[in-house]
């Protein structure tokens, strides 16, 4: 009999995804001519045969895949999320017959997803391909089972075009599902060709927003948090080991809005990211691209920053799984080959009152749980040693945190432990 409390061992392509952390999704198209949103189709009600006029001025004169990749790995990002196709049903790749709404059919005349998939090789970050299953053209959501069965098998020779023509990819991000909640997806043919094509490729199926971190199908590999932070996964008992992730927006929308200034700082990013791995979820950070497929420059030095405070802290960002040990507040401590990393939340700077703004509290923080005997603890950062106190019987340790040397705000700091 299994062991209702045994931890399955995770699939390697699971564990070298958990092992990326940080990721970009990238949602871009002919809606971004209009700036309002990926949504605009349907939330202003265009009529398809208008809506497509758009493909006739998509130039995507900007867009250059190696430049995108540039950007997310200054930020630490491992891999990209790009939509190959939203839910308008405009293809960002060849669909070699498919369907002529695609983009070596507008003025741009070239596969955007190749270039993209080279641009990343180049740069050393994954390409995964987003993928709607909901179709507006296809009106998928309301149509009849008949035309719902046909629209089935255009879905599956779409995705079997980007499992067979872009070499070996990180995976697979489906969205859509949900407006069709008692449909058969037909989901052993779809994932099985992709297990098939793609044996090492990650596969993912967004469950949405109030379905969060819902195990749709046995074959995904990762569950979902749309828009909000995610939970610890308790995985005693199951068949199999399954990630989470969280994709989030920059501001309010995936696509670009012109009109929406409502960014996340890189201070967010950071609380976000650190969020995520206390759980040992990865972060798929959203960016909207310009109607001609740039990275808007805010978005980038935004990610920039925040990727400074990754990198410096890459051992227990990437590698960090989470650990029993329980804090207080907002605190966590993750593992790594045997050391512990105790990310500290709400430290102030320390200095004078006229020209420091306190934004926290220095000094003694408790942790339980951490039963190892403790022989060092010091900060990441400039390597100074912390005092600290444990009674290892009780699994009770106490660290004296310092307040940040003026000059310096890491919004989470980072301290290492050494165990005996």
């Known amino acids: 009999m299994a062991d209702s409390q045994a931890i399955p061992v995770p699939e390697p392509r699971i564990e070298r995804f958990e092992h990326m952390a940080f990721g970009m999704f990238i949602h871009w198209g002919v809606y971004s001519q209009l700036g309002r949103g990926e949504w605009v189709m349907n939330r202003e009600q265009i009529p398809a045969d208008e809506y497509a006029k758009l493909q006739d001025t998509f130039t995507a004169a900007d867009f250059d895949g190696r430049a995108i990749a540039r950007v997310a790995k200054n930020a630490g990002m491992k891999y990209i999320t790009l939509t190959t196709r939203h839910h308008d049903g405009f293809s960002l790749y060849d669909t070699r017959g498919l369907t002529d709404f695609d983009a070596p059919h507008s003025p741009a005349g070239r596969d955007l997803i190749a270039d993209y998939v080279e641009g990343c090789r180049a740069e050393g970050i994954v390409p995964f391909f987003y993928h709607t299953t909901l179709d507006w053209r296809w009106q998928s959501h309301t149509c009849d089972d008949a035309t719902f069965n046909d629209y089935l098998d255009y879905l599956y020779a779409s995705v079997e075009v980007l499992c067979t023509h872009y070499g070996p990819i990180g995976g697979l991000w489906f969205d859509g599902d949900w407006s069709r909640r008692t449909a058969d997806w037909k989901h052993d043919r779809l994932y099985g060709m992709i297990r098939r094509l793609q044996p090492e490729a990650m596969i993912i199926n967004n469950t949405g927003i109030g379905n969060e971190g819902s195990v749709s199908h046995p074959d ?58 206390k759980v040992g979820a990865n972060y798929l950070l959203n960016v909207g691209p310009t109607a001609e497929g740039a990275i808007p420059e805010y978005e980038a030095a935004t990610l920039a920053v925040a990727g400074r405070w990754a990198q410096q802290h890459a051992g227990p960002v990437y590698d960090g799984k989470p650990t029993g040990i329980n804090c207080q507040g907002r605190d966590f401590v993750l593992e790594v080959d045997g050391k512990l990393y105790w990310f500290v939340h709400d430290l102030r700077i320390a200095g004078h009152g006229q020209v420091t703004v306190s934004v926290g509290g220095a000094g003694p923080r408790v942790a339980t749980g951490l039963s190892q005997p403790v022989a060092s603890v010091r900060w990441m950062d400039n390597g100074e040693d912390l005092q600290f106190a444990q009674n290892a019987d009780a699994g009770i340790t106490t660290v004296d945190f310092t307040g940040y040397p003026y000059g310096t705000n890491l919004v989470v700091r980072v301290a290492e432990i050494e165990t005996v």
């Open 220 to 277: 995904v590999d990762s569950v979902t948090f749309e828009q909000s932070m995610p939970k610890a996964l308790d995985r005693r008992g199951h068949p199999k080991y399954i990630a989470g992730e969280m994709c989030q927006t920059m501001n309010s929308h995936w696509g670009i809005g012109a009109g929406d200034f409502s960014f996340k700082s890189p201070a967010n990013v950071i609380e976000n990211l650190a969020g995520c791995r």
